[in-house]
Protein backbone atom coordinates (compact mmCIF):
# COMPACT_ATOMS: atom_id res chain seq x y z
CA UNK A 1 0.00 0.00 0.00
CA UNK A 2 1.47 3.65 -1.18
CA UNK A 3 1.89 6.30 1.66
CA UNK A 4 -0.96 7.88 -0.12
CA UNK A 5 -3.25 5.46 0.12
CA UNK A 6 -2.09 4.95 4.19
CA UNK A 7 -3.01 8.72 4.60
CA UNK A 8 -6.00 8.23 2.72
CA UNK A 9 -7.34 5.23 4.58
CA UNK A 10 -6.39 6.72 7.98
CA UNK A 11 -8.28 10.05 7.11
CA UNK A 12 -11.44 8.33 6.30
CA UNK A 13 -11.34 5.86 9.72
CA UNK A 14 -10.71 9.32 11.69
CA UNK A 15 -13.84 10.90 10.03
CA UNK A 16 -16.02 8.27 10.57
CA UNK A 17 -14.54 7.93 14.58
CA UNK A 18 -15.05 11.70 15.01
CA UNK A 19 -18.76 11.29 13.18
CA UNK A 20 -19.88 8.55 15.81
CA UNK A 21 -18.37 10.70 18.63
CA UNK A 22 -20.60 13.83 17.35
CA UNK A 23 -24.04 11.44 17.20
CA UNK A 24 -23.20 9.72 20.45
CA UNK A 25 -23.22 13.57 21.68
CA UNK A 26 -26.35 14.47 20.25
CA UNK A 27 -28.03 10.97 21.06
CA UNK A 28 -27.24 12.36 25.37
CA UNK A 29 -28.19 15.87 24.47
CA UNK A 30 -31.45 14.34 22.80
CA UNK A 31 -32.15 11.69 25.82
CA UNK A 32 -31.96 14.55 28.31
CA UNK A 33 -28.05 13.55 28.61
CA UNK A 34 -29.13 10.72 31.36
CA UNK A 35 -31.85 9.07 30.10
CA UNK A 36 -35.23 10.03 28.94
CA UNK A 37 -35.77 12.88 31.61
CA UNK A 38 -36.41 16.16 30.08
CA UNK A 39 -34.40 19.40 31.78
CA UNK A 40 -37.33 21.65 33.54
CA UNK A 41 -36.10 24.76 32.87
CA UNK A 42 -37.69 25.91 36.09
CA UNK A 43 -35.28 24.28 38.60
CA UNK A 44 -32.40 23.81 36.28
CA UNK A 45 -28.99 25.33 36.83
CA UNK A 46 -26.51 26.90 34.54
CA UNK A 47 -24.36 23.93 33.75
CA UNK A 48 -27.61 21.68 32.86
CA UNK A 49 -28.97 24.67 30.89
CA UNK A 50 -26.03 25.27 28.95
CA UNK A 51 -25.99 21.21 28.00
CA UNK A 52 -28.99 21.78 25.43
CA UNK A 53 -28.47 22.64 22.20
CA UNK A 54 -27.22 25.92 21.26
CA UNK A 55 -27.22 26.80 25.00
CA UNK A 56 -23.96 28.29 26.51
CA UNK A 57 -23.12 29.88 29.12
CA UNK A 58 -24.15 33.31 28.70
CA UNK A 59 -27.89 31.60 27.40
CA UNK A 60 -27.82 29.71 30.64
CA UNK A 61 -27.23 32.50 32.94
CA UNK A 62 -29.74 34.98 30.47
CA UNK A 63 -32.70 32.39 31.01
CA UNK A 64 -31.46 31.92 35.07
CA UNK A 65 -32.15 35.98 35.25
CA UNK A 66 -35.22 35.68 33.30
CA UNK A 67 -36.79 33.18 35.31
CA UNK A 68 -35.71 34.85 38.44
CA UNK A 69 -37.09 38.30 37.05
CA UNK A 70 -40.48 36.86 35.86
CA UNK A 71 -40.89 33.77 39.18
CA UNK A 72 -40.21 31.61 36.70
CA UNK A 73 -41.89 30.23 33.41
CA UNK A 74 -45.66 29.78 33.23
CA UNK A 75 -45.17 27.44 29.85
CA UNK A 76 -41.88 26.20 27.81
CA UNK A 77 -43.50 28.81 25.24
CA UNK A 78 -42.15 31.80 27.34
CA UNK A 79 -38.38 30.42 26.86
CA UNK A 80 -38.84 32.99 23.67
CA UNK A 81 -39.08 35.66 25.33
CA UNK A 82 -35.01 35.11 26.82
CA UNK A 83 -33.37 37.35 24.47
CA UNK A 84 -31.50 34.86 22.09
CA UNK A 85 -34.13 32.43 21.64
CA UNK A 86 -35.86 32.87 18.93
CA UNK A 87 -38.52 30.44 16.78
CA UNK A 88 -35.43 28.16 15.17
CA UNK A 89 -33.31 27.75 18.89
CA UNK A 90 -36.98 26.86 21.02
CA UNK A 91 -37.51 24.53 18.08
CA UNK A 92 -34.47 21.93 18.88
CA UNK A 93 -34.70 22.97 22.53
CA UNK A 94 -38.60 21.81 23.10
CA UNK A 95 -38.35 18.69 22.57
CA UNK A 96 -35.68 18.29 25.28
CA UNK A 97 -37.23 20.82 28.25
CA UNK A 98 -40.17 20.43 30.66
CA UNK A 99 -41.69 23.26 33.39
Not at 64 to 70: A, F, I, M
Not at 71 to 86: A, E, M, S, T
Amino acid sequence: MTKTKQILTLLVILAMAAVSAVSLDAAEIAAGAGGDKLININTADAVQLARLPQVGPKMAQRILDYRKSSGGFKRVQDLLKVKGIGEKVFAKLQPLITI
